[in-house]
């Protein structure tokens, strides 16, 4: 018997004129699912698309009675409402494209028995639904902040597309790993959801990463050297390995006001305390972040590949 | 690779073996803890060593009962499932959708629905909108487009999956039971487009039930049997051939039509014969003589190892004359594909109580556990019983009679007359 186990499907066969080649055909696909989960999100509900605007706003609220009201950690932050309000909207969309992806496969069962296409149209097209909803959002923020003049818009607006650009092959690489795995092991969704409260408040949403350090720094006593301890240089690593809160910090640099500072001059400047004020050269804190997206992203991709064979047996 | 330019398909030493956990609980927490026993699976074979060509333009049927290996041979032809040993080669494009109405959304509108199911279909935007008043006609759905879909009747939301589905423009169509939906003109509307898409000469591979339409449509049929190819050849000889395997035993006692019978068929009776002491088909038994009834099964699922056999004999009046029952025990050998798959059950009844009159046999086969029924055959012989004596009742008593003169019975014996 032959050991041989593949499938020769030529692509570019003959046919009638009005056929689509393939890439076109599933750019179609991905976009008509992509619309559809968009518009089923929203039906049977009053409401209907004004949701995915409620509820980034009502979080907002919460969190700003509990973070301002409450404790004041402002602290100076210049136009804290608007970093907020971004902030916010950036989680949302990491958090709802996440989460919608990485039932993608596991919920379209159906589809994936009964007809042939790439398995990842359906991650992507969940995370396009959430993107779409993302830059509406990101949109409407920016508005406000120029209707209550928080906002100073200089050159730094450029960095935006590489930073949303990192931020959405983020969240994709992510709902790769989470949406293949969930097919077989339901956990994976329980797991998320906690690991999502960690990222929550390890990802600087509602405060600055500057106001960490700070406090840090005032805890320690800036200059007194001996009470530098080596876990100051590991919240260092954190930051500089966590996009999210790198991207929210960016974000705000970019588009809001020069004030907060970018993530890789905070840091610095926070290895430089560590390190007695000592002249510090760090090439790798710039590249670091969008490195660690793209290792997500290889890998989420990677685990998808190697389980996507196995997804209409499974399900 | 292709030698032949004309050959649409070919297929050659084609394996599928499904992996089957036998605990269900294929959770974290069970890979966890049980991280150093490896997960036992039961091996199905759901296809062995198929192969087979199909020219360009052939329409070719793919029969067998359930779980021989149909279905999975359309998935693997489609892309959807992989191929485990062999090798697949699929000239031409082929339509990515086994059955109608794929992607179908029922809180979407019925316009909804044709843009999303016809974007699966690898229909275009723009061919889509050139072609939507003509899908909608078909369906004659002019009235609902911008219904939604959870509104239709079964009936419209069929028509409405037929219009679009006869749109894709592939070369080669995998169809899954499409005449298992609808009602007699549907099926009749189906039937026009297989004469349609046999005169446009495309290549149509058909998975049915419906020896009929294999006969009428297809040049040439497969039959699958425990995921082997038994037969190859043309359309109404291979359905012969399936007609004489599901028609069971020669002497007609049960053919598949007239049997009432239902279960999950994971183990099925493949055959009933009534036979007399000679061996021979007897469905005229004497009261008092000797009966077997042999019981011809088929596991189709590795899983079972063991189940029930239940025989029980009714009156032709419905009335329950005896109930017997037969713990059956096979455990299979995993990824032993030598083991018998079935075997025969024997129910001998060495001297028949039945009296006179019209009887017949109900056969079922559970599960051991769960009771769950496999397969359950009403009336799966009917035979009648002829006493020389022409006694009345249901059942000989068996008593035996005996006389002793001059004795009578002792004090206690009661005069019932006081």
Known sequence: MSARADTEVPAGATGNGAQLNSFSHYRHLTLELAISQFKLRYTQSVLGYLWSLLKPAMIFGIIYVIFVVLFDVRDGTQYYGIQLLLGIVVWTFFAECTALSMQAIASNGGLIRKAYFPRSILVIAASLTSLFTFLINLCLVIVIAAALHQIDIGLRIVAVIPLLLELYMLALGISFFLGSLFVQYRDVGHLWEVLMQLLFYGSGVMFSLSYVLQRLHLARGVGVTTNYRPRDLWMAWLVVCNPIMQICEDLRHALVTPQAPWTETIVTGHLAAVHQYAALDVPWLLPMPFLVVALILAAGAFTFRARARNFAETL | ?418
Request: with cysteine; glycine share 10%; aromatic share 8%.
């Open chain 2, 1 to 418: 690779m292709s030698a032949d330019p004309n050959l649409a398909i070919r297929v050659e030493h084609l394996s599928k073996r499904f992996r089957i956990p036998l605990d269900r609980s294929a959770t974290l927490k069970h890979r966890m803890t049980h991280w150093r026993s490896a997960t036992r699976y039961r091996i199905m074979e759901a296809l062995r060593d198929v192969s087979f060509e199909v020219s360009a333009g052939e329409f070719i049927g793919i029969i067998g009962h359930n779980g021989s290996g149909k279905s999975t041979l359309l998935k693997i032809l489609s892309r959807i499932y992989r191929p485990d040993a062999g090798v697949v080669a699929v000239e031409g494009k082929v339509s990515p959708f086994l059955e109608l109405g794929v992607g179908f959304n029922p809180e979407l509108t019925a316009r909804e629905n044709i843009f999303l199911s016809g974007a699966i279909l690898g229909l275009g935007r723009a061919e889509l909108h050139r072609l939507f008043d003509e899908i909608i006609g078909f369906a004659e759905l002019e009235q609902f487009v911008d219904h939604k879909l959870k509104n239709f009747s079964s009936g419209m939301e069929v028509r409405l999956a037929f219009s679009l589905a006869i749109q894709a423009h592939a070369e080669i169509l995998m169809m899954d039971e499409v005449l298992a939906v609808g009602d007699a003109s549907f099926q009749q509307k189906c039937f026009d487009i297989f004469a349609r898409y046999k005169r446009e000469g495309r290549t149509v591979v058909l998975v049915t039930h419906e020896l009929g339409a294999v006969m009428t449509y297809c040049d040439r049929a497969l039959l699958l049997d425990h995921g082997r190819l038994v037969a190859d050849g043309a359309a109404a000889d291979v359905t012969a051939q399936y007609r004489r395997a599901i028609g069971l035993a020669a002497d007609g006692s049960l053919t598949s039509t007239e049997v009432e019978r239902w279960g999950s068929r994971d183990v099925v009776v493949t055959g009933v014969r009534m036979l007399d002491s000679r061996g021979l088909v007897d469905l005229n038994p004497a009261t008092g003589g000797s009966v077997r009834v042999e019981i011809g099964y088929g596991i189709q699922h590795d899983a079972i190892a063991d189940f029930v056999c239940v025989v029980w004999l009714l009156r032709d009046d419905g009335l329950m004359v005896s109930e017997a029952s037969l713990p059956v025990s096979q455990y299979a050998q995993v990824g032993d594909s030598q083991r018998e798959a079935g075997g025969t059950i024997r129910f001998d009844i060495p001297q028949l109580p039945l009296l006179d009159g019209a009887y017949s046999i109900d056969i079922e086969i559970q599960g051991r556990r769960d009771g769950a029924i496999y397969d359950h055959l009403k009336h799966a012989v009917h035979f009648r019983v002829i006493d020389k004596r022409a006694r009345r009742g249901v059942v000989e008593s068996g008593g035996v009679w005996s006389v002793v003169a001059g004795e009578q019975p002792p004090d206690t014996w009661q005069d019932p007359l006081g």
